[in-house]
């Protein structure tokens, strides 16, 4: 399969790899796929309590190149958004940027599911509600 | 920022892309080449023509690739009939025996990770109203002897074992399987594509009555096989199932592949002189290749018995590292992964499912297919790139740093989507 070259950069330099203190307060993580399925998202964020923009964001992943590049691109999209911003974001937005084949779409619907689970754990740790964005996503 | 492209150069004098995928096809031999190519042109009868001198130089030719695929196997040159392929032979072999015995019985046997050449005729002969065993394998990759006696029954008329696995590299213990069906009285066929040339096969020795070959998978031309057809204790027969101008005494008709049988032969004369020594020497480039994945990597392992095994097959696990993702870091070689990832069926290899390999495990496998043209340059220089991003990926796997924490994955629940 021949790859994009944005999926191939993304591979061969993958942004914002890392591991941030899930226990912390203002982290919010989200574990996404199963290893049976060939792959698992991690994707982890940080943000700012006040303003609720998201100043830090790393991700860890197991899967196909696709998946890499997808979850890379995540976290560089969500970086400097706030949460509720960063819930605008569609798995077909990843899907046009990587220019991803039809087998590899999983790859961005779990980029997609990664964000939100990552922002839903954070919400929950610090008692945010579910608003706007929760109507915006019912309103599809 | 973190980098997964490898930093691992290339020595000189080694060529890329490395081609280690053997298993999947063979480039030609120069020798190979060289003794077909008057075929093609200037002797270019057809093997059928009866009456005149370019029809006999050409029926020559096949004589002659017939008496060296039949030495190399030990079987008589009348028992060679030509095909397009090993996936001909097997559905020729198979189809035509169902079809031959019917009236003897309706039972075949044959085991899980057979290639699909013989597992896809099998399913279609159930549709046919044959019933057909698949035997499972142990987790070394073998059948159980006792499994395949007690799956006879006076209705078997042929069992259908591969003699080398063509992912993991095993040799199922076929000279054992053909006395057990000598003494049942059941056929015995084997699809030899990955065998024959490689190791020691015997047809005599191994009490095989039919036997299923390939030419591209031992440096011979594309398009063409072979299938050897036992015509003593027991005369196998076989029912055509291409019919035409009763070629290859009716068995198969069609115009002969006069420069590929050429190319054929040739392959098995080679291999027939080179086997041994070429097998050595695969095999010391195969365990180099292993002993330094499994000195420099954690979370490794083979695939299948290392005991009974292709000289140039290394089949290995990279668990939390899936196995398109390292392909891709590893561009400039050519191996296969049982990756699901990179098939159209999303599945991963039903071969390593069958080991009992978990699909984790599965999506994590690569196929090293070591052949006559590698160099032990190549083997170093692939062993350090595998190191290398195997090492990144894990740097990127959320799974490893788990389990390096003392996680048990097995205890997450996971959403599978």
Redo the contacts between chains.
């Keep these: 399969?021949a790859?994009s070259d944005r999926v191939?950069d993304h591979?061969?330099?993958?942004?914002n790899?890392g591991?941030l203190d899930k226990t912390a307060q203002e982290v919010g993580t989200g574990?996404?796929?199963?290893?049976?399925?060939?792959?698992?998202?991690?994707l982890q964020i940080r943000v700012n309590p006040e303003t609720q923009v998201i100043e830090e964001a790393k991700f860890?992943?197991?899967?196909?190149?696709s998946?890499?590049a997808s979850s890379s691109l995540a976290t560089e999209w969500i970086k400097g958004r706030t949460v509720d911003d960063a819930l605008a974001i569609k798995n077909t937005d990843i899907v046009k940027e990587l220019s991803l084949p039809p087998?590899k779409i999983?790859c961005s619907?779990?980029a997609e599911?990664a964000i939100r689970a990552a922002i839903g754990d954070w919400k929950k740790k610090n008692g945010v509600g579910e608003s706007a964005p929760a109507a915006a996503a019912a309103a599809h | 920022?973190?980098?997964?492209?490898s930093t691992v150069e290339a020595p000189a004098g080694v060529r890329l892309p490395i081609y280690m995928d053997n298993h999947a096809t063979s480039p030609i031999d120069p020798r190979v080449l060289e003794a077909m190519m008057p075929y093609f042109t200037t002797r270019f009868g057809n093997a059928a023509s009866r009456n005149h001198s370019f029809g006999w130089e050409a029926e020559k030719a096949v004589e002659n690739a017939r008496e060296q695929i039949a030495r190399l196997i030990g079987a008589n040159a009348k028992e060679i009939i030509f095909t397009s392929g090993a996936t001909e032979s097997d559905n020729l072999a198979i189809k035509g025996i169902a079809e031959m015995y019917r009236e003897r019985g309706n039972h075949i046997i044959t085991q899980v990770t057979e290639h699909k050449a013989v597992l896809d005729t099998c399913k279609r002969l159930e549709k046919y109203g044959y019933r057909v065993t698949y035997l499972p394998v142990k987790a070394d990759g073998l059948i159980d002897l006792d499994d395949l006696a007690r799956a006879m029954d006076d209705k078997t008329i042929l069992v259908t074992i591969m003699a080398a696995n063509n992912e993991i590299g095993v040799l199922q213990p076929i000279r054992e399987i053909g006395k057990l069906c000598h003494e049942k009285g059941v056929l015995f066929h084997t699809d030899a594509m990955q065998a024959v040339g490689k190791v020691r096969f015997n047809v005599i020795a191994d009490n095989v009555d039919v036997a299923s070959i390939s030419g591209h998978k031992i440096y011979g031309p594309k398009g063409v096989g072979a299938l050897y057809v036992r015509r003593r204790n027991p005369r196998v027969q076989i029912a055509a199932q291409i019919d035409g101008g009763g070629h290859e005494r009716g068995m198969r008709s069609g115009t002969l592949n006069v420069p590929g049988i050429v190319g054929l032969g040739k392959a098995c004369e080679i291999a027939a002189e080179e086997m041994d020594s070429e097998a050595a020497y695969l095999r010391g480039l195969r365990d180099r290749l292993k002993n330094k994945l499994e000195s420099e990597l954690d979370y490794v392992h083979v695939n299948g018995t290392m005991e009974h095994r292709l000289p140039g097959n290394l089949n290995m696990s990279f668990v939390?590292?899936?196995g398109?993702?390292l392909l891709?870091?590893i561009n400039d070689v050519a191996v296969s992964s049982g990756?699901?990832?990179?098939s159209?069926t999303?599945e991963?290899s039903y071969v390593l499912k069958a080991l009992g390999l978990?699909?984790?495990v599965a999506?994590s496998s690569i196929r090293f297919g070591l052949g006559r043209f590698n160099t032990q340059a190549e083997v170093d220089y692939v062993g350090a790139k595998v190191v290398d991003i195997v090492k990144k990926l894990r740097?990127?796997?959320?799974?490893?740093?788990m389990v390096k924490e003392g996680i048990d994955?097995t205890k997450?629940e996971?959403?599978?989507?």
């Design positions: 399969m790859y191939i591979y061969n330099n993958p942004r790899v591991t574990l996404v796929g199963a290893p049976e399925c060939g792959d698992v998202m991690r860890k992943t197991f899967g196909c190149g998946a890499i087998v999983h619907v779990l599911d | 920022m973190s980098t997964v492209a939390y590292v899936e398109e993702s891709m870091g990756s699901a990832c990179t159209a999303l991963p978990g699909d984790d999506h740097e990127l796997s959320p799974l490893y740093e994955l997450i996971w959403q599978a989507h």
